[in-house]
């Protein structure tokens, strides 16, 4: 049986059970927010050396080169008040909860702006998410609890790289969205320094190592890769057009998996300014569904 929560119950099918408000973690259970720059989660260092290199995060907590501010302006761009929006892979909500800056955390709340924000996810913690409307865990990683032609918009941020079966993801993509509907997702590219290093890691190492790049990050939020969908040419073969518009574009953000050290950071960022497209660290990916085939 599909576990659901909502905060209302006007959604037909599946049966979603009512729910007040969504349980709030940590400082969300106290009334409060995650303030601004400095705090504990933020990881005092890392935010000097961003200021530092960046100085322009002293204006606002976020850099020039921020993927996440780059990458949901466009995702509001294209939000409308009635569209139903489906965060797939929403989890516990990590970056509501633990970003510092909350002019990304508005940025990343994407409720008000649409008509209802819906999350799943094969993880139960799905349920305590405290961003979403209403929350359903998935009975397979390749199954949605939707019925067809059900969204407008669906996020997946950071999910493209664990997807193991790049042509199940895309037709569920395709099932759940109306004619006209976006999928927004944000992924690390498989060509990118950094996936080739992932890759490169055995798999029995490769917590260690993150936890020694990025310490402020919880264990509960590292997941297994897979890198099917992360190239330009993976998602013209799962999503071919002419029944998907393609608008992708490579990004390069700041250097998160440089630690702390300064002239790490500036040696990644001096390497991927000559590097090629192609090897961009992210790929930033909008695809439109076409109208159905007559």
């Given at each position: 049986?599909?576990?659901?929560?909502?905060?209302?119950?006007?959604?037909?099918?599946?049966?979603?059970?009512?729910?007040?408000?969504?349980?709030?973690?940590?400082?969300?259970?106290?009334?409060?927010?995650?303030?601004?720059?400095?705090?504990?989660?933020?990881?005092?260092?890392?935010?000097?050396?961003?200021?530092?290199?960046?100085?322009?995060?002293?204006?606002?907590?976020?850099?020039?080169?921020?993927?996440?501010?780059?990458?949901?302006?466009?995702?509001?761009?294209?939000?409308?008040?009635?569209?139903?929006?489906?965060?797939?892979?929403?989890?516990?909500?990590?970056?509501?909860l633990d970003d510092p800056v909350s002019f990304r955390r508005s940025l990343m709340d994407l409720r008000g702006r649409c008509a209802r924000v819906i999350g799943v996810d094969p993880d139960p913690a799905v349920l305590d998410n405290p961003s979403l409307d209403e929350a359903m865990v998935m009975p397979s990683p390749e199954e949605v609890p939707l019925r067809d032609a059900s969204v407008d918009l669906i996020l997946a941020d950071h999910v493209l790289e664990h997807v193991a079966d790049p042509q199940a993801?895309?037709?569920?993509?395709?099932?759940?969205?109306?004619?006209?509907?976006?999928?927004?997702?944000?992924?690390?590219?498989?060509?990118?320094?950094?996936?080739?290093?992932?890759?490169?890691?055995?798999?029995?190492?490769?917590?260690?190592?993150?936890?020694?790049?990025?310490?402020?990050?919880?264990?509960?939020?590292?997941?297994?890769?897979?890198?099917?969908?992360?190239?330009?040419?993976?998602?013209?073969?799962?999503?071919?057009?002419?029944?998907?518009?393609?608008?992708?574009?490579?990004?390069?953000?700041?250097?998160?998996?440089?630690?702390?050290?300064?002239?790490?950071?500036?040696?990644?960022?001096?390497?991927?300014?000559?590097?090629?497209?192609?090897?961009?660290?992210?790929?930033?990916?909008?695809?439109?569904?076409?109208?159905?085939?007559?």
């Open positions: 049986m599909t576990q659901t929560k909502t905060r209302s119950a006007t959604w037909p099918e599946p049966r979603i059970e009512p729910r007040s408000e969504i349980r709030r973690e940590s400082r969300h259970e106290t009334g409060t927010e995650p303030q601004d720059e400095p705090c504990a989660l933020a990881q005092p260092p890392l935010q000097r050396l961003r200021a530092r290199l960046h100085p322009e995060s002293g204006a606002g907590g976020f850099s020039a080169i921020d993927g996440t501010v780059i990458f949901y302006v466009r995702v509001a761009a294209l939000l409308t008040p009635g569209a139903t929006v489906l965060d797939l892979g929403a989890g516990r909500g990590r970056a509501h993801f895309a037709r569920e993509c395709g099932r759940l969205l109306r004619p006209g509907g976006w999928l927004c997702a944000r992924t690390p590219n498989r060509w990118g320094l950094v996936a080739m290093a992932s890759r490169a890691i055995p798999e029995g190492v490769h917590g260690a190592v993150l936890a020694r790049a990025q310490p402020h990050r919880r264990h509960e939020d590292v997941f297994p890769t897979c890198y099917r969908l992360n190239t330009r040419g993976a998602l013209a073969r799962a999503f071919p057009a002419p029944g998907w518009g393609h608008h992708v574009h490579g990004w390069n953000s700041e250097p998160a998996y440089a630690g702390r050290s300064a002239i790490a950071w500036r040696a990644m960022q001096a390497l991927q300014a000559i590097l090629p497209p192609a090897m961009d660290a992210n790929l930033h990916v909008f695809l439109r569904r076409g109208p159905p085939r007559a």
